[in-house]
């Protein structure tokens, strides 16, 4: 691997750390510089501005989910369980990665326009991807959807405003009991048959 990348990628590991523990707006590119020993100017060599190293890091933790979700749902069969398995794993790794978590959550980013089209990149991502499920069962004669992309657009932003308070205030046994519950009410609907 090039120097120069592997000294950008040890930058990058040292400020998620920060961020993480931190936030974005409290480190500063000094702390960085000293937490990956080196000088605030070999920083700037690698980086012009913190919210460039930020955006990497998000970029970073955006690209694990996507392919720990990919993943997830790969190893399932029915269109249920790779729904299931996208929730349950894009909620465990956004616990774990504070700094995405931040950025989807967070209104003090939204003058970046670097972190908003990460914002919108990992939610049209996830509309593909429900969609593609939705596609394959609506295939596969399990689901009834006249209009599979306004369903996962419906879907995504449900689950938008549900990651803040699963991914802060709820254990993860609980949230997989809780989305167990709304994709039953997903799957089979509110209305006495």
Do not use: C
């Not at 510089?33 to 970029?59: C, L, N, Q, T």
């Not at 991807?129 to 992309?149: A, H, M, P, Q, Y």
């Amino acid at each position: 691997m090039d120097l120069y990348i592997e000294k950008k990628e040890y930058i990058v590991k040292s400020a998620q750390k920060l961020f993480s523990r931190f936030g974005f707006l409290k480190t500063t590119v000094d702390e960085i510089a000293k937490s990956a020993r080196m000088g605030k100017a070999s920083i700037y060599h690698y980086f012009k501005s913190k919210i460039d190293i930020f955006r990497e890091v998000v970029e970073m933790e955006r690209k694990v989910i996507e392919r720990e979700v990919n993943k997830a749902t790969e190893e399932v069969k029915t269109p249920q369980q790779k729904i299931k398995a996208f929730v349950m794993t894009k909620m465990k790794y956004l616990q774990e990665l504070t700094n995405i978590h931040s950025v989807l959550k967070e209104d003090d980013l939204d003058h970046y326009s670097s972190i908003r089209r990460i914002r919108e990149k990992d939610f049209l991502g996830e509309i593909e991807l429900v969609k593609s499920i939705l596609e394959d069962g609506v295939k596969k004669n399990i689901f009834i959807i006249r209009d599979t992309n306004l369903a996962a657009f419906a879907f995504i932003s449900a689950l938008k405003g549900l990651e803040y308070p699963w991914t802060i205030k709820i254990p993860s046994l609980e949230i997989e009991k809780n989305v167990d519950t709304i994709l039953e009410i997903l799957f089979n609907g509110i209305v006495k048959r």
